[in-house]
Nanobody
Framework: QVQLVESGGGLVQAGGSLTLSCATS????????AGWFRQATGKEREFVAT????????FYADSVRGRFTISRYNAKNTVYLHMFSLQPEDTAVYYC????????????????WGQGTQVTVSS
């Protein structure tokens, strides 16, 4: 069982930056790939970024590539999402997820989810 707890969300002006953290429990977290998804009001949850268990492979949605960076520190069982040049369209609840399979953009492949953290970008 893997439990995920996101933090770091908040209100930021357009052009600003935020770093989200996802703290996990479980001594086997280093064997799980992780991902970040987001859900804006009235929209479906969408893929943002994913990272392999080792941290050597990453993949991003087109909408955030070049502005967001996903990373992980397995010794601290934590995954991060560094967000730069934030825009109002980035406003959403951001969710961390973990999968025992390979890193993927497929929402259905993830076994465990956090409760989410709100990110609001003002114009």
């Amino acid at each position: 069982q893997v439990q995920l707890v996101e933090s770091g969300g908040g209100l930021v002006q357009a052009g600003g930056s935020l770093t989200l953290s996802c703290a996990t429990s479980g001594r086997t977290f280093s064997t799980y790939a992780a991902g970040w998804f987001r859900q804006a009001t009235g929209k479906e949850r969408e893929f943002v970024a994913t990272i392999s268990a080792s941290g050597t492979a990453t993949f991003y949605a087109d909408s955030v590539r070049g502005r967001f960076t996903i990373s992980r520190y397995n010794a601290k069982n934590t995954v991060y999402l560094h967000m730069f040049s934030l825009q109002p369209e980035d406003t959403a609840v951001y969710y961390c997820a973990a999968t025992s399979g390979l890193a993927t953009s497929s929402r259905g492949a993830y076994d465990y989810w956090g409760q989410g953290t709100q990110v609001t970008v003002s114009s």
